[in-house]
């Protein structure tokens, strides 16, 4: 089993396991961690996954793993790959289960101090128009026929129905759709499961959060995200819901069978793979482009839901409730894009799991104002502790295929946690430190303890020493809402 000591120390944040190390890797693993955060991994499969992982067909550069990183499915999360095209491979456990799992942030200008009597009310109503839970069916309800509609078109169909601002597709990853997506590629199983889930959070890890904008790191930047101190925000994370899951589960079967016919020889079979030109390649990138434009349209109907609730809490009473729109980011998707590789421009397919894009200043996919800074980078941290806006850098778009973390990062299972943590204490502490806590379970609530994840902070420090992301501000919570 592979170890520290099996890793080449390049700085206090920086580790290679080089290509001899195994000699089935095509390509190293670098990896942005410090020891304690490797120790922290030392007893899960994380390590040797990277190492795994890195033995793909079609792999260019290097595979990158996050400082969040811990033991996935195939991947370990908080792995980027890239994939040459069109011969190189495309892996749904490169992508994950959960489909363009993502975070988006809108802010406001509303102080916390003016809204600190009304957060129990705003908490109850965000819980009542944001449904979430194992299953729990969406606000939206669509016809099989308009499913398809919100599978091609992503947020641009909540555009249409009302449902999204002038200004948050402009600020939404890929404008909140995939081109290439083909519902027609989306098993029955798949559809029956999304079709009645639209604009619903879910369970796990997702949530939707009220933060206060703590402190500001980069004064410039923060403007032109719109972020001010001491004002309050709104994280919605969540992703493709049963659709998504479905999709993944759909294609890790089929591609059991493609695997063989290509004759591809892999370590671990959660590594199922397809030639992103064959057509069971192309199968799944067009079915996962539709989960993933699920997924945009999800959170664009939860947005619209929280605006509802701050509406009815705030307006009247309070000026500056009104909420924009920061950013939105997948961390769980692949794509192709347009990397240096070996000195030369070429499109490769970046396989990002449990990392979020990070592309640096100049960017001409960012929206103009946010162009002269780089792309808002969204790690949200573990119910009760904070979250971090950081902002993509130049660094990061020739070290690590222009990506950066996506969070905390587990240390602990779920099973654990809910052994050795009480959800009803976990709400009484959180509550006593002024978090108004919303949540469907008290089990569901010990499974996303604090404690079951790694310091967020230092794992934001990480990435800004490597110099892959830089920070702008810091969140601290004020309302959870939970699954």
């Known amino acids: 089993m592979i170890g520290i000591s099996d890793l080449t120390q390049v700085s206090e944040y920086e580790w290679l396991i080089p290509r001899s190390y195994r000699s089935d890797m095509r390509v190293p693993v670098r990896l942005f961690a410090t020891r304690e955060m490797l120790e922290q991994i030392a007893d899960d499969r994380s390590l040797e996954q990277a190492v795994n992982t890195a033995t793909l067909p079609g792999l260019v550069g290097e595979v990158v793993v996050m400082p969040d990183m811990h033991q996935g499915y195939g991947f370990p999360i908080g792995t980027v790959a890239a994939t040459e095209t069109p011969h190189g491979v495309i892996s749904p456990g490169g992508v994950g289960y959960d489909i363009n799992c993502g975070v988006r942030l809108l802010?406001?200008?509303?102080?916390?101090?003016?809204?600190r009597p009304h957060l129990d009310q705003l908490a109850t109503l965000i819980n009542r128009y944001c449904p979430s839970g194992v299953g729990e069916e969406g606000?939206?309800?669509?016809?099989?026929t308009e499913l398809e509609q919100v599978l091609r078109e992503g947020a641009r169909w909540a555009r249409k129905k009302g449902f999204a601002e002038e200004n948050d597709l402009a600020r939404t990853e890929e404008g909140g759709c995939l081109e290439g997506a083909q519902p027609e590629k989306v098993s029955e199983r798949a559809k029956q499961r999304g079709r009645e889930q639209i604009g619903s959070v879910g369970a796990g890890n997702h949530f939707v959060e009220v933060d206060v904008v703590e402190r500001i790191f980069d004064e410039k930047t923060a403007q032109a995200f719109g972020l001010q101190e001491g004002c309050l925000v709104v994280q919605i994370h969540c992703g493709s819901r049963g659709l998504g899951h479905q999709v993944c589960t759909d294609y890790v079967q089929e591609f059991q069978g493609a695997v063989k016919r290509y004759g591809i020889h892999l370590p671990d079979r959660e590594l199922v793979c397809a030639p992103l030109d064959s057509p069971e390649g192309q199968s799944y990138l067009g079915a996962m482009r539709a989960a993933a434009n699920f997924a945009f349209a999800n959170r664009q109907i939860l947005a619209h839901s929280v605006r509802r609730a701050f509406e009815e809490t705030f307006a009247g009473k309070l000026k500056g409730w009104e909420l924009h729109q920061v950013y939105d980011i997948c961390h769980n998707i692949a794509k192709i894009e347009t990397h240096e590789v070996e000195g030369q421009r070429k499109k490769v397919c970046v396989h990002r799991k449990g990392a979020t894009r990070a592309f640096g200043p100049g960017?001409?996919?960012l929206p103009p104002e946010y162009r002269p800074f780089g792309q808002p980078v969204l790690v949200p941290g573990s119910m009760g502790t904070s979250s971090w806006v950081l902002?993509?850098?130049?660094?990061?778009?020739?070290?690590?295929?222009?990506?950066s973390c996506h969070g905390a990062g587990r240390v602990m299972s779920r099973a654990k946690a809910k052994h050795e943590v009480r959800g009803e204490?976990?709400?009484?502490e959180l509550e006593g430190r002024g978090i108004h806590v919303r949540a469907g379970s008290m089990s569901g609530l010990?499974?996303?303890?604090?404690?079951?994840?790694?310091?967020?902070?230092?794992?934001?420090?990480t990435v800004s020493a490597a110099g892959i992301a830089r920070q702008v501000a810091l969140l601290r919570p004020v309302a959870v809402i939970k699954g």
């Not at 204490?425 to 009484?428: C, D, E, K, Q």
């Not at 010990?446 to 420090?461: G, H, I, L, T």
């Open 391 to 403: 902002v993509g850098t130049e660094d990061a778009m020739k070290r690590s295929w222009g990506s």
């Open 363 to 365: 960017t001409p996919e």
């Open 425 to 428: 204490a976990l709400r009484n």
């Open 107 to 115: 802010a406001s200008s509303l102080e916390l101090e003016a809204a």
């Open 446 to 461: 010990a499974e996303e303890a604090p404690q079951a994840y790694k310091n967020v902070d230092r794992v934001a420090e």
């Open 139 to 144: 606000v939206v309800r669509v016809s099989v």
